[in-house]
């Protein structure tokens, strides 16, 4: 007679990865739009980045609302009374309110015309900073949320916030890539940006298989499935050599700094996040149903 | 961890004037009989497919050297439980006086982060379509059988247990049978370097099945049609 395992369902399901993906691309395009204001070169992006980042933390909202299992209870997140301030997700959802005002008074603004430099600027700038502050808080919020779970490997390490901020980046300038189109200065920055951040992604990357494989059974346990089977291919392959070595090899060669180069380099990072980000939710939940 | 190492305000275990209950299993005592499971689902009608308690085992060793030995599992009411501090709308919270880790159902939103937070999978999502008790699309877990305790009973699955392998009491009280318990025999909790602080102690606990096992990666093939459904079933 074989042993009796019972199995458990995974707590956060791939749903949850749309997610990051979307608000990921949504706090990145906020940061160009913030950019544009200290860069010249970006100034073609402004417009076309806030209103991409509103529509995408719209999306993003409705499918973390979705998500939930009892989604028009989602206004409790928001209620004082009920709020606890231990739960990342509290932040979260205060902090995704947040954006979501800031990001309209934003647009809004940019639509009266505040967006270009003369006597409005004052009042656009101020608004692109306080948006980009709090998009800022979009991926440092979801990765502290897996980083506050004790229990799992992976995701409770300190980096994790600063590898959600840096795949935000990443994943924001590859759209603000493929929106550049032909516009040569802004593409010369957005080369910048995509190969520092992208890089930046490798090396956390590194750094958070490294500290797993030397960790106790539960983390050793776990790097192998991160690097093994259906999940490897996903992390390791799409997710590593695809989505972040490949392109970082295109950017320092001189085709990646050409029009077709850099569009190419920003596919492979967003294909390379999305599975990133599916990977490190799923696989440290994969053991866990196992116990 | 010293189980007199308080470092949280949330912890009730030994301070004065408060209850602290506690669960002991010997598993020298269980023999599997699954009663417990049994008594908890006809207790609370918990749906097919999840449980608030159950009865895992592992055939350890080689024929003929071989032994079944059962771990019963479920909430270890902790004493600085992080499912509480993981729920944003403070649907899960502890009862101060006893311990208990309960479940506002009325308030849960559904965001799973608790089950997340849990590391001993005590948690799950009830379904949406109940017989008899209109909660579903919640989380819910074992409450140590608040309701029963309240009115000086002990759980259904104590009560029902066949090996008194279960035994159920106030730690905080130094003549109850579970302080007599886990004051004499060597005991152990599930994953103490979580710093939980759990309340579920266990009495000759096999070190199989309290640890991340190898078979958790490793594919015995007892276990694969099982893991095969399990994958296709949640899409992982």
Known sequence: ?291 | MSEELRVSPIETRGVAGKKRYAMVVDTRRCIGCMACQVACKAEYDTPLGVNRTWVPYKVVGTYPVVKKQFLPRLCNHCDDPPCVRNCPVDATYKVEDGGFVLQRYERCIGCRSCMAACPYNARFMLPSHRTYTPITNVVDKCTFCFHRVTQNMVPACVQTCVGRSRVFGDINDPSSEVSYLVARNATQVLRPEEGTKPHVFYIGADRNQTEFGRDAYRKPEVMDLDRAAFRRHFNI
């Open chain 1, 1 to 291: 007679m074989g042993d009796y395992t019972w199995f458990h369902d995974v707590s956060w399901h791939a749903s949850y990865a749309i997610y990051f993906f979307v608000i990921g691309i949504c706090a990145g395009l906020a940061f160009l739009s913030y950019g544009s204001w200290l860069t010249p070169a970006l100034r073609p992006l402004r417009e076309k980045a806030a209103w991409g980042s509103l529509a995408l933390l719209a999306i993003g909202g409705l499918l973390l609302i979705a998500d939930l299992s009892q989604p028009l209870r989602f206004l409790n997140a928001l209620n004082p009374f009920y709020l606890t301030f231990t739960s990342p997700l509290a932040w979260g959802a205060l902090n995704i309110v947040a954006l979501g005002i800031a990001s309209v008074l934003y647009v809004l603004a940019l639509r009266k015309g505040e967006g270009s430099e003369g006597d409005g600027q004052g009042r656009g700038k101020l608004l692109a900073t306080i948006t980009a502050l709090l998009a800022l808080g979009l991926p440092i919020y979801t990765g502290y949320d897996l980083t506050a779970h004790q229990s799992r490997p992976v995701w409770n390490t300190p980096i994790m916030p600063v590898l959600f901020v840096a795949l935000a980046i990443a994943s924001g300038t590859a759209v603000g890539s493929l929106l550049a189109g032909a516009n040569e200065a802004a593409r010369k920055v957005l080369h910048q940006y995509l190969l520092w951040s992208t890089a930046a992604v490798g090396v956390i990357l590194v750094s958070i298989l490294g500290t797993t494989n030397y960790g106790g059974s539960a983390s050793e346990l776990t790097f192998l499935i991160l690097t093994t089977g259906t999940m490897g291919l996903i992390f390791v392959g799409i997710g590593i050599l695809v989505g972040t070595a490949a392109p970082v090899a295109l950017l320092l060669a001189p085709f990646g700094r050409q029009q077709t180069g850099l569009m190419l380099a920003a596919v492979l990072v967003l294909l390379g996040s999305a599975a990133l980000r599916y990977a490190l939710l799923m696989g440290p939940q994969h053991l866990q149903t196992l116990y």
